[in-house]
């Protein structure tokens, strides 16, 4: 996919260059964008590194293991009959996703995915997890956040509520159209 | 304000849980560090075409195609690209929303929008084939149609949320 994509936006943008006469101006673009890059990365070693230490504190304090405990219940709810086990596994990957730890989100993440499968057929529970967890249910942007203050905004917190509406809009939505779909099938 | 408040409620946190605060701090920033430089390599490739794309003139081809498109659903067309390129990739998305930054400035609507759409939504595809291939699934049945569904309702969201 990424192949494709790639390719496509080089190698159009080379031909259409040539073709219009602009060949110097598009390999200095090709080096500005890699020094815009750089520069972007060195603004966001800065930021992450604030929000990736703050936020390590914060799961140090046990934050996983409360969101665990809460969202618990609920989830036995949507995925309905699971194991135990899985469904540990399913808490811990949406807690640590929550808190934007994506480090300690995967493998656990993965394990939940493996117990939940039903052969090579999709099972409901696999299927309400996964839209929940394609669906992103961070609580705080910290990779926008970061970028907002590498790029010098006055306020970057200013995204930080819409996006928490709109990603609990964007799960409730794959949530009522994962059970509709379900009892459809 | 809010950042603010967080930054204070995780100290707190640690100290009311006795973490060794500073450790915990430095081995996140550590790893923040290491997060930076390891989508740098993606970002560069991804960064350098948008501008060779630009200087070529076909991002404005391309746009001057699409605007009647755009106009038709209300979407501004800075926009489109990265809600294309949201689902399919990380980086990519991630270097559009730099982009829609610096062409309209980081504290306008529009990148606020950008950013919105950015925080709500997950690399679809790659999420999910990561973990169907993990699982040994072959029928994925309706995860995909409505993690794009959700996907969509998210930016939605955003338009609906930002003031």
Partial sequence: MLQVLTGGMLGGALLFALVTGRGEAVFSGLLAGAQGAVETAVGLMGSFGIFCGLMNILSASGAVEWLNKRLKKPLKKLLGDVREEALSYVTLNLSANMLGLGNAATPAGLEAAKRLADGERASNALCMFLVINASSVQLLPSTVVALRTAMGAQNPGAVILPGLLSTCLSTLTGILMCKWMEKKA | ?163
């Fill in chain 2, 1 to 163: 304000m809010i950042l603010c408040c967080f930054a204070l409620f995780c100290l707190l946190a640690g100290a009311w849980k006795r973490v060794p605060v500073y450790d915990r701090f430095v081995e996140g920033a550590r790893e923040g560090i290491q997060t930076a430089v390891r989508i740098l390599p993606a970002l560069l490739v991804m960064l350098s075409c948008i501008k060779a794309m630009e200087e070529s003139g076909l991002t404005a081809a391309l746009c001057g195609f699409l605007q009647p498109l755009t106009d038709k659903m209300g979407v501004p067309e800075d926009l489109v690209p990265l809600m294309v390129l949201r689902p399919l990739s990380g980086s990519a998305s991630l270097a559009m929303l730099k982009e829609v930054m610096e062409t309209h400035g980081p504290d306008s609507r529009i990148a606020l929008l950008a950013g919105a759409m950015m925080g709500s939504s997950e690399t679809v595809f790659y999420t999910l084939s990561v973990y169907l291939a993990s699982a040994g699934v072959k029928k994925g049945r309706h995860i995909l149609p409505c993690a794009l569904t959700a996907c969509l309702a998210g930016y939605v969201g955003a338009f609906l949320f930002c003031p």
